[in-house]
C-alpha cells in the first residue's frame, strides 16, 4: 500500500520536517529551525511517501522566495529535495512524488532545481533529475575548500517549464558558492564547524 503524507500538517508526523529518511537521528537543530520559521509562511511543503507504512521517500518544495537555494524566478517553485530509498526501486515513486508535486503547485510556472555530477553523494544526480524530466541550463565546476580539495564537481540548475514562453529561473552562483544549511543531510551542508562563510570555490 502507498501513501504519500502532508508532514507539514500532520503533526505526528513532525519528526520528517526536521530530517529526512536517511538513517540520521531525529533532532532539531538550529539552522533547520530558521528555515521553516521562513519557508513554512512562505509556502514550503514537504511530503513522505509510506510504502506498507514504512517511509521510503520524500519530497521537498516551495515557492522561490521560500527555498532552500538561492533560486530566482516569478512564478517559479523550487524542489529543495527528493529522494527514494534503495530498496524501494523499480516502482516508480520518484515519477509519483513528482506528480504529487506538480498537482500542487497549480499554475506555476515551472519548476527549478539543482543536480550533481561527479560529486561522491548518491542523492540528486544528474541522470536522476533528467530521468524526472528537468533539463540542465546553467552549471558551475567547483570543489571544496576543505574536503577533498582534489575533486572537483559539475553542480547544475535544472529546469521543468509548465507553460509555454515560461521564463527560466536564475541561480545566485555567489551565494550557491557558500553552501547550504536548511538539511543537515544535504550533500552541499555547509558545516558551522568549518568557520567558513564561503564553503565551494571554482575549479
Same mark, same amino acid.
Given at each position: ?36 520559521? #521562513?519557508?513554512?509562511?512562505?509556502? %514550503?511543503?514537504?511530503?513522505? +511517501?509510506?510504502?506498507? $507504512? *514504512? /517511509?521510503? =521517500? ?32 523499480? #516502482?516508480?515513486?520518484?515519477?509519483? %512524488?513528482?506528480?504529487?508535486? +506538480?498537482?500542487?503547485? $497549480? *499554475? /506555476?510556472? =515551472? ?43 559539475? +553542480? ?48
Amino acid at each position: 500500500m502507498i501513501e504519500i503524507v502532508d508532514v507539514v500538517h500532520r503533526p505526528e508526523f513532525e519528526r520528517y520536517l526536521w530530517k529526512c529518511i536517511s538513517p540520521m537521528p531525529y533532532r532539531r537543530y538550529r539552522k533547520r529551525g530558521e528555515y521553516l520559521k #521562513r519557508a513554512i509562511p512562505g509556502g %514550503l511543503r514537504k511530503e513522505i +511517501l509510506l510504502l506498507n $507504512g *514504512d /517511509a521510503v =521517500g520524500q519530497i521537498e518544495y516551495a515557492p522561490a522566495e521560500a527555498s532552500g537555494y538561492p533560486i530566482r524566478g516569478r512564478g517559479i517553485w523550487v524542489m529543495n529535495c527528493i529522494w527514494v530509498l534503495r530498496r524501494a526501486g523499480g #516502482r516508480r515513486l520518484g515519477k509519483l %512524488l513528482m506528480e504529487r508535486m +506538480l498537482r500542487s503547485i $497549480g *499554475d /506555476a510556472e =515551472g519548476v527549478a532545481t539543482i543536480a550533481l555530477e561527479g560529486h561522491h553523494s548518491p542523492w540528486m544526480k544528474l541522470w536522476q533529475m533528467e530521468y524526472l524530466g528537468f533539463k540542465p541550463i546553467d552549471h558551475r565546476r567547483l570543489r571544496h575548500r576543505v574536503k577533498r580539495r582534489d575533486i572537483c564537481f559539475t +553542480l547544475h540548475l535544472m529546469w521543468m517549464p509548465l507553460r509555454p514562453g515560461a521564463r527560466p529561473p536564475e541561480m545566485d552562483w555567489a551565494e550557491m558558492l557558500r553552501g547550504v544549511d536548511f538539511c543537515l543531510a544535504h550533500p552541499l551542508y555547509r558545516a558551522e564547524s568549518w568557520g567558513l562563510d564561503v564553503v565551494y570555490e571554482t575549479c
